[in-house]
């Protein structure tokens, strides 16, 4: 079992940053593929960016590459997502979510309880 817990969501106006933290407990998250989701209300939660377990290297959507980065901190079992460039579309609840597999689908594997994103315009 693995427990979740993000931080760091909150207000921002256009163009600002923020930094999500996601914090495991249980497992070490370097043996877990990790990363986020966002939703919006009435809309299917949609893939940000993880990293691949072991070292495999990141993935983001189309829709925040260039502007978001995930990292990891193995020694503190915490991943980042430095958020840049923020947009008004970019506003939504963030869940962390980890799995053994090399891919993060929604659904499957463990979630945190999601943090805020607001953007304002």
């Known amino acids: 079992q693995v427990q979740l817990a993000e931080s760091g969501g909150g207000l921002v106006q256009a163009g600002g940053s923020l930094r999500l933290s996601c914090v495991a407990s249980?497992?070490?998250?370097?043996?877990?593929?990790v990363g986020w989701f966002r939703q919006t209300p009435g809309k299917e939660r949609e893939f940000v960016a993880s990293?691949?377990?072991?070292?495999?290297?990141?993935d983001y959507a189309d829709s925040v590459r260039g502007r978001f980065t995930i990292s990891m901190n193995n020694a503190k079992n915490t991943v980042y997502l430095q958020m840049n460039s923020l947009q008004p579309d970019d506003t939504a609840v963030y869940y962390c979510n980890a799995d053994e597999a090399l891919t993060l689908l929604e659904g499957y594997g463990f979630w945190g309880q999601g943090t805020q994103v607001t953007v304002s315009s």
């Open positions: 990293i691949r377990r072991m070292g495999g290297g990141t």
């Open positions: 249980g497992q070490t998250f370097s043996t877990y593929t």
